[in-house]
């Protein structure tokens, strides 16, 4: 009786402490799980509102893109615009230089015809002077009048003589002074066709500088216009770059929640996986990370004013640099080779890339080349490594992309982030 009492005693003591023992496990797993379940459910949220900002932010980015293209193409009518009226204005400005040389070559002709003028009225008022001389002379020798000298004459032979005399000095007389009257008339004449001649031109430089001066006015306009929708241009690619940096934060903490919600409940559990971003125009940033250091354009270096055709992305000395599209390798320029004259001074170790769609990249100041001229590389190829060759401070990959054309040495310079989105 004590035995099996003893023993039923015992059976509730282990059953007791059995359960004791068991409930506290039970309880702990079940916790345990539910906290993992909750952290993925508040992961699942959040990933789910950053994917949605994310995909509004490559929507803003589209649009400013379009913005962004259309622009340029109003940029590039303007541009279109000041060339032709520039041309107009050198046209007009060769014709203005064309008829001041006409006009000092026709005042020279007015002024050789005053000379000319003044000069045969001198031999008028000469042959006038000596005229009155010798009647003078003719005077004091006694000879007051012509019947005088005639009615002197000894004989018939005497006055004829006399008389023919008197006929000749007058016929040459008035023979000279006709002939110079009428030379006169005549370089008058010519005077007067030259100098018609002279208001015609300046008639003609006044229609041109008119026209020059409207045309000068078309131009500024032009170039205020093309100015102001750069300066919007500028905007655009500023808030497209705030836009793709903040994009790119959002992509990080979206692999970051991703790595989490992969790794919940499992201890030390990493996934990282980097992945390059392509573009709208099917570009993809060429080297992994998404910083920018100096961006397109001007910009001023030691107090001076100098334009920057590319984008600097910093990135440790070695790291790939990535064909930001299909193509083919057009240079592979080593920095010991790239000396002034080459085209490419300055760039160090570089190579550029022709893309299926004409355009070219270029890529500078690498450590090592790993592409050669002639190559078909793929998109997201690595072709070079980072470095700081040529003219640069610091290690970064400076990238440009440059327009369609035969030559891409003289190519325009476009700016990159229209082109690619980093990563």
Same mark, same amino acid.
């Given at each position: 009786?004590?035995?099996?009492?003893?023993?039923?005693?015992?059976?509730?003591?282990?059953?007791?402490?059995?359960?004791?023992?068991?409930?506290?496990?039970?309880?702990?797993?079940?916790?345990?799980?539910?906290?993992?379940?909750?952290?993925?459910?508040?992961?699942?949220?959040?990933?789910?509102?950053?994917?949605?900002?994310?995909?509004?932010?490559?929507?803003?980015?589209?649009?400013?893109?379009?913005?962004?293209?259309?622009?340029?193409?109003?940029?590039?009518?303007?541009?279109?615009?000041?060339?032709?009226?520039?041309?107009?204005? +050198?046209?007009? %400005?060769? *014709?203005? &230089?064309? /008829?001041?040389? !006409? =006009?000092?070559?026709?005042?020279?002709?007015? #002024? $050789?015809?005053?000379?000319?003028?003044?000069?045969?009225?001198?031999?008028?008022?000469?042959?006038?002077?000596?005229?009155?001389?010798?009647?003078?002379?003719?005077?004091?020798?006694?000879?007051?009048?012509?019947?005088?000298?005639?009615?002197?004459?000894?004989?018939?032979?005497?006055?004829?003589?006399?008389?023919?005399?008197?006929?000749?000095?007058?016929?040459?007389?008035?023979?000279?002074?006709?002939?110079?009257?009428?030379?006169?008339?005549?370089?008058?004449?010519?005077?007067?066709?030259?100098?018609?001649?002279? +208001?015609?031109? %300046?008639? *003609?430089? &006044?229609? /041109?500088?008119? !026209? =020059?001066?409207?045309?000068?006015?078309?131009? #500024? $306009?032009?170039?205020?216009?093309?100015?102001?929708?750069?300066?919007?241009?500028?905007?655009?690619?500023?808030?497209?770059?705030?836009?793709?940096?903040?994009?790119?934060?959002?992509?990080?903490?979206?692999?970051?929640?991703?790595?989490?919600?992969?790794?919940?409940?499992?201890?030390?559990?990493?996934?990282?996986?980097?992945?390059?971003?392509?573009?709208?125009?099917?570009?993809?940033?060429?080297?992994?990370?998404?910083?920018?250091?100096?961006?397109?354009?001007?910009?001023?270096?030691?107090?001076?004013?100098?334009?920057?055709?590319?984008?600097?992305?910093?990135?440790? /000395?070695?790291?790939?640099?990535?064909?930001?599209?299909?193509?083919?390798?057009?240079?592979?320029?080593?920095?010991?080779?790239?000396?002034?004259?080459?085209?490419?001074?300055?760039?160090?170790?570089?190579?550029?890339?022709?893309?299926?769609?004409?355009?070219?990249?270029?890529?500078?100041?690498?450590?090592?080349?790993?592409?050669?001229?002639?190559?078909?590389?793929?998109?997201?190829?690595?072709?070079?490594?980072?470095?700081?060759?040529?003219?640069?401070?610091?290690?970064?990959?400076?990238?440009?992309?440059?327009?369609?054309?035969?030559?891409?040495?003289?190519?325009?310079?476009?700016?990159?982030?229209?082109?690619?989105?980093?990563?």
């Amino acid at each position: 009786m004590k035995k099996r009492h003893l023993t039923k005693l015992l059976a509730i003591v282990l059953a007791a402490t059995m359960s004791v023992g068991v409930l506290p496990i039970t309880v702990s797993a079940t916790s345990s799980l539910d906290q993992v379940q909750n952290k993925k459910q508040q992961l699942a949220e959040k990933l789910d509102n950053l994917q949605g900002k994310n995909k509004e932010s490559a929507e803003y980015q589209a649009a400013l893109d379009e913005q962004i293209v259309v622009m340029q193409q109003e940029i590039d009518i303007y541009q279109s615009q000041e060339d032709n009226l520039n041309s107009e204005i +050198s046209a007009k %400005e060769a *014709q203005i &230089s064309q /008829l001041n040389s !006409q =006009l000092l070559d026709t005042q020279r002709e007015v #002024d $050789e015809k005053n000379a000319e003028i003044e000069q045969k009225e001198q031999e008028k008022q000469k042959t006038i002077d000596q005229l009155k001389e010798r009647m003078v002379a003719d005077y004091k020798a006694g000879q007051t009048t012509t019947l005088d000298l005639l009615l002197t004459a000894d004989d018939f032979g005497e006055f004829m003589a006399s008389m023919e005399y008197i006929k000749r000095i007058a016929k040459h007389d008035q023979d000279l002074i006709e002939t110079l009257t009428q030379q006169v008339e005549e370089i008058n004449q010519n005077k007067k066709e030259v100098e018609t001649k002279l +208001s015609e031109l %300046e008639t *003609q430089k &006044s229609d /041109l500088e008119a !026209q =020059l001066d409207e045309v000068r006015i078309q131009y #500024d $306009e032009a170039s205020s216009v093309r100015a102001s929708k750069e300066a919007a241009q500028a905007d655009l690619n500023a808030k497209k770059q705030q836009s793709i940096q903040y994009q790119g934060d959002i992509q990080q903490e979206i692999q970051e929640i991703e790595e989490q919600y992969e790794n919940a409940g499992q201890p030390n559990g990493t996934n990282q996986i980097e992945t390059g971003t392509i573009s709208g125009s099917g570009y993809m940033w060429p080297v992994p990370g998404r910083a920018m250091g100096d961006g397109y354009g001007s910009r001023v270096l030691n107090g001076k004013v100098v334009n920057h055709w590319g984008i600097d992305i910093p990135a440790p /000395l070695g790291t790939n640099i990535c064909a930001a599209k299909s193509g083919t390798v057009v240079v592979s320029l080593d920095e010991e080779f790239n000396k002034q004259g080459s085209g490419y001074g300055g760039y160090g170790s570089v190579v550029v890339i022709q893309h299926d769609d004409g355009y070219y990249t270029l890529y500078a100041h690498a450590s090592a080349l790993l592409a050669y001229e002639g190559q078909r590389v793929e998109q997201g190829q690595v072709i070079a490594k980072v470095g700081h060759s040529g003219q640069a401070y610091g290690n970064h990959l400076h990238f440009e992309v440059r327009d369609r054309t035969k030559e891409p040495k003289t190519a325009r310079k476009l700016n990159p982030l229209n082109f690619v989105s980093p990563s």
